[in-house]
């Protein structure tokens, strides 16, 4: 104990000095503090100190990148709340889902909220990768994000895959046993595959198990990973993508707001950033940094980014919560092996696969999904140009735009046949 | 390639140093102990035994079944039939994507995709690649039909009864 301040003094201090061993720096008001808050903050400190004023524009990112994340993070939470009363037996894993609404305090909110944010999530995710598309952001020096992102895309299928199986409902039971037969018909491996993710012939106990695991530790942990690279890389490869003349001394009048200093930073836009110096905040800036007199389009992320990213993350978990309270998560009667629902359906992101395996279960669930992705993998790869980069439907990559619409269209009318106009027996049906 | 070393590092002369030979161990020694790993693994995700219905299993005497029979077991996934052959046992998991079919007076009907199948689970129409695999019968020392749902045989391969 201090001999020189006493122990009264050291209590009546103890809040205040408690508080700011934990935050170091105030509420920041100036340039410098706005850069250190941002750098020295752990969760804070993954974005730039300052953002290129380009990335802000809503209607560029949409958000979606951050959506799709802030869905990732209430489904870790609501699912960590569901696990508290799981339990993965087929003897058990139903009536569960009937306690669930039944006797646990906000057991249906939680999983409402569950089952819509990871529908959510699907889309958005597939909405992201969209945007990455059209603004022909998979370009070099960002082929390898591209990769992660996809790698993603999937690891969000799979998750969800992997999640429909748990209620063990007759929905999940046949979906499942339809999504796996779909694997048995890959080339000399599709059985084995299959018998090792269900871990027998047909689903049951084993399946459930296996899924359980995949599901709530195996494809969370890899997605918390590979959204650790996907962000990491961000940053890397010279924040988001934007044109490449983009900040030449003729592009400013695309950013008058910028230049009028009413993006609302208390720091004014320098107009030409003069002989920079390389500081280590300067540093972390990655490959931007200029010497000499280039223009310098970019604001301080406190506030800018932040509040941009916050406003996101409130509005998926409004979204999400308002969903959860008036649509109702579907529960069909206990899985019965012996009697398949007339039709079975799969989820309805795979239903355009559906559609396609009605016609050939080879190529509808094995050939033309795998040459779709390997396709998206090699993209940037064989895309090498950088006329029209950040910018949507640029006329240079028409051919590119043109050929991804018309595949996500057929992909869009097979869904809608499959969810809307197949009855039983898969045969055509009018929905009214 | 040269690299340039820091104060107090030997320089490298392609002595195979301690540090170098602690560094190969290492990353080599992880290396095969990630591949004896992985491989294990495969080993590990394939059980060896399964939980669910026993493969082999009675269906009672052949006088139980009257010519023309077709009795389908809902939980072994087959159809027991009789006709003038013989008794046989048609698997009654559609070939196409697992789901279980129905049998009916004139055939099997797959509800997940439209696949319809003849009464000898020949395939008529629908996506269905394959026609319903026949399950290997024999007679039980006690006089009755077994099934052996671990086995296929051809099409047309009835138990003389």
Not at chain 1, 156 to 184: C, H, K, M, N, R
Not at chain 1, 239 to 250: F, I, Q, V
Not at chain 1, 383 to 403: E, N, P, Q
Not at chain 2, 58 to 67: D, Q, S, T
Request: aromatic share 12%; proline share 8%; glycine share 8%.
């Amino acid at each position: 104990m201090s001999t020189e301040n006493g122990l009264i003094p050291a209590l009546l201090a103890l809040p205040r000095n408690a508080w700011r061993s934990v935050f170091r720096n105030p509420l920041p008001s100036s340039d410098l503090a706005r850069s250190q808050t941002t750098f020295a903050n752990l969760f804070l400190h993954i974005h730039p100190v300052k953002t290129h004023a380009y990335s802000l524009k809503p209607w560029y990112t949409m958000g979606l990148g951050v959506m799709a994340f802030s869905l990732f993070v209430v489904l870790t939470a609501t699912g960590l709340l569901l696990m508290f009363y799981y339990v993965p037996s087929v003897e058990q894993a139903h009536n569960r889902m009937l306690d669930l609404s039944g006797t646990v305090a906000f057991g249906t909110l939680l999983r409402n909220m569950h089952r819509w944010a990871a529908h959510g999530m699907v889309g958005i995710v597939f909405l992201h990768l969209c945007r990455v598309f059209y603004t022909g952001s998979y370009r070099a020096p960002r082929e390898f994000n591209w990769v992660v992102g996809v790698l993603l895309f999937l690891l969000t299928l799979g998750a969800s895959f992997t999640g429909y199986l748990l209620p063990w409902d007759q929905l999940a039971y046949w979906a499942i046993t339809v999504g796996t037969s779909i694997a048995s018909y890959a080339p000399l491996v599709g059985e084995q595959v299959r018998f090792l993710l269900l871990g027998d012939r047909v689903v049951g106990q084993e399946a459930l198990i296996r899924f359980y695991v995949l599901h709530v530790a195996v494809i969370p942990l890899a997605i918390s990973l590979l959204v650790a690279v996907h962000f990491w890389r961000i940053r890397k490869d010279g924040g988001l993508s934007r044109p490449e003349d983009l900040d030449a001394p003729e592009a400013q009048a695309d950013f008058p707001e910028a230049q009028a200093g009413k993006l609302e930073g208390l720091a004014p836009l320098a107009k030409t950033a003069k002989a920079k110096t390389f500081g280590v905040l300067g540093m972390v800036r990655g490959p931007f940094n200029k010497v000499g007199n280039t223009p310098d389009n970019t604001v301080y992320s406190w506030p800018h980014l932040f509040v941009a990213e916050l406003f996101c993350f409130a509005l998926v978990v409004l979204v999400v919560l308002v969903a959860a309270l008036l649509v109702q998560a579907p529960l069909e009667a206990p899985a019965d092996p012996t009697h398949p629902p007339n039709p079975s359906k799969a989820p309805w992101y795979f239903l355009g696969l559906q559609e396609m395996v009605s016609y050939s279960a080879f190529w509808g669930g094995v050939g033309i999904p795998t040459v779709f992705v390997l396709a998206l993998l090699l993209l940037p790869y064989l895309d090498r140009g950088h006329r029209g980069t950040g910018v949507w439907f640029s006329r240079h990559r028409i051919l590119a735009t043109t050929t991804f619409t018309l595949l996500l269209v057929v992909n869009l009318v097979l869904i809608v046949i499959g969810t809307f106009f197949r009855g039983p027996n898969w045969a055509l049906v009018v929905p009214w | 390639m040269t690299t340039r070393t820091s104060p107090g590092e030997p320089p490298p002369d392609g002595r195979l140093t301690r540090r170098r030979a602690l560094t190969l161990t290492s990353v080599f020694g992880l290396l095969g102990a990630g591949l004896v790993a992985g491989l294990s693994n495969l080993l590990f995700f394939r059980p060896r035994v399964t939980y669910g219905e026993p493969s082999r299993f009675r269906v009672g005497k052949p006088e139980a079944f009257p010519l023309g029979a077709r009795l389908p077991l809902s939980r072994q996934r087959c159809t027991v039939i009789r006709t003038e052959s013989g008794m046989a046992a048609i698997s009654n998991t559609c070939t196409h994507l697992g789901c279980v079919v129905a049998t009916t007076e004139v055939g099997f009907d797959c509800p997940c995709h439209g696949s319809r199948f003849d009464p000898d689970g020949t395939v008529l129409g629908g996506p269905a690649p394959r026609p319903l695999t026949w399950f290997r019968l024999s007679l039980s020392p006690s006089g009755e039909v077994e099934v052996d749902t671990a086995e296929a045989v051809p099409t047309g391969t009835f138990l003389k009864v």
